[in-house]
């Protein structure tokens, strides 16, 4: 049986970790976010008034366009779009795929991400710290969990559309895309270091980066 001594340092130890596994607790009843304000603290500096407006978005209720190179659209519902979610610790976002469609392998580096199939099937996965693959099918109505801060995708090898409802346990959970950061980086990651990294050759590198750089306007 645990004495008092050990029962005390096993709650306490479970309290410490429930406050970094997330956003801290918020202060106050709403801080909606001043998203013009250009004082920088962690999170962003309340309003003085609150309205109905900054706890709302209808951003995600509708698929958005896929018809881009990856075939897949995030449309996120966080700070940026919902002010009154500054300090709550908690946003959404909507993921739509086109038949082939790839969210390709990224990070969430502030949060863990819960999605639920709206419609189509998904192929999925994360990879942790020991390479070890994770992946399952998933369909309509079910769920899928990606570890905060692990390398994560999402691909419709369907024949029909997807989407999906995202939750992260963060405001602002921040993403990561792995090839995005690799090869577009400013100032650029060397060619040397990339290819040593892949073990390929420096011309190698320079050809994904010239397929990944971003396409330049036509007037």
């Known amino acids: ?3 008092p001594l050990v029962t005390f340092f096993a709650l306490t130890f479970g309290v410490l970790l429930s406050t970094v596994v997330a956003d801290p607790d918020s202060l106050q009843d709403v801080c909606v976010a001043d998203l013009t304000s250009g004082t920088k603290i962690n999170g962003f500096v309340c309003k003085d008034k609150a309205t109905p407006e900054d706890f709302f978005t209808a951003a995600i209720s509708k698929p958005g366009a896929t018809n881009n190179t990856l075939g897949a659209l995030v449309t996120a519902a966080n700070v940026m779009q919902i002010p009154g979610l500054n300090t709550l610790g908690v946003s959404m976002a909507r993921i739509d795929y086109a038949p082939g469609g790839l969210n390709p392998p990224h990070t969430h580096p502030r949060a863990t991400e819960i999605v639920y199939v709206l419609e189509g099937e998904l192929d999925v996965g994360f990879i942790t710290t ?3 693959l994770i992946s399952k099918k998933i369909k309509k109505g079910e769920v899928f969990v990606f570890p905060k801060a692990l390398v994560h995708f999402q691909q419709n ?7 999906v409802v995202a939750a992260f346990n963060s405001q602002l959970a921040g993403t990561q895309g792995i090839a995005a950061a690799l090869f577009t980086s400013t100032p650029t990651v060397p060619d040397s270091v990339l290819a040593k990294a892949f073990q390929v050759t420096n011309k190698d590198i320079e050809y994904v980066k010239a397929k990944l750089a971003p396409k330049k306007k036509k007037n």
């Not at 090898?157 to 989407?163: E, H, L, R, T, V």
């Open 1 to 3: 049986m645990a004495t």
């Open 130 to 132: 020991a390479n070890v």
């Open 157 to 163: 090898n369907g024949k029909y559309p997807a989407a």
